[in-house]
């Protein structure tokens, strides 16, 4: 059992950085709160943190080989805590969810630093070009999966006019499913709203029955959430 050579602690750790550099570049391009710098330094730590366990655990059997440790202790913990960096950048706004992509780059990221910093070359590079792939390519095929889309349709109209038949039939007629309607009334406004949960697969659906509602004359206020 020998320490890992200064040369090769260089090479591991230019690895991570670029590695992380490629998929932090994919990110920060698209806008994403962990970007460039986040997903550099996060696989050059992980490629550190390893290659001090590794090191940590030949100078422990160097002395006293009889000694059994789990060199694997510090890198488990590093995945821990890369997963609260990952929730960090989880934000939900309504039915959307956004940041799921980049909290499961920074994990990957992270389990590639560990790999590389391991001298497991082959098997961090080809996770990586695997990583890449999928950001930057599979972007495409993604958009054209229709997906059920989920909104929130608040309409708002006079207390004493009850339009409800009309504005589902209009909602209906453009594709979309009716989940649930609840009422809210304002006497001090004179108002009754409408909040309106609906779905539909197509995108363009959503500006459309927006344009239809936005010319009905009764209605005050027109807001699509979710």
């Not at 991570?16 to 962990?34: N, P, Q, W, Y």
């Not at 821990?80 to 990957?108: E, H, Y």
């Not at 504005?167 to 709203?193: D, M, P, Q, V």
């Not at 659906?205 to 699509?224: E, G, Q, R, Y």
Request: with cysteine; charged share 15%.
């Amino acid at each position: 059992m020998h320490m890992i050579p200064t040369y090769e602690i260089f090479i591991r750790l230019f690895l991570g950085a670029l590695i992380g550099g490629i998929v932090g570049f994919e990110r920060e391009v698209h806008g994403r709160a962990a970007g460039f710098r986040t997903q550099l330094i996060v696989c050059v730590a992980s490629v550190l943190i390893m290659i001090v366990s590794e090191n940590y655990y030949f100078h422990i059997h160097s002395l006293d080989p009889t000694l059994r440790i789990d060199p694997a202790r510090i890198s488990a913990g590093a995945l821990i805590g890369i997963g609260f960096l990952g929730a960090g950048v989880i934000v939900k706004s309504g039915f959307a969810i956004r940041g799921l992509t980049t909290a499961a780059s920074i994990w990957i990221v992270s389990a590639i630093g560990l790999a590389i910093g391991g001298g497991l070359y082959l098997e961090g590079i080809s996770t990586a070009v695997i990583t890449i792939i999928a950001l930057m390519s599979l972007r495409s095929v993604e958009k054209k999966i229709k997906v059920q889309r989920y909104k929130i349709i608040s309409i708002s109209t006079p207390l004493n006019e009850d339009r409800e038949n009309i504005i589902t039939a209009a909602i209906l007629e453009h594709g979309f499913h009716i989940h649930s309607i609840n009422f809210e009334k304002s006497r001090s406004k004179g108002e009754l709203t409408y909040n309106i949960t609906v779905s539909c697969r197509d995108k363009n659906a959503i500006k459309t029955i927006f344009h239809k509602l936005s010319s009905m004359d009764f209605i005050n206020n027109l807001v699509i959430s979710g």
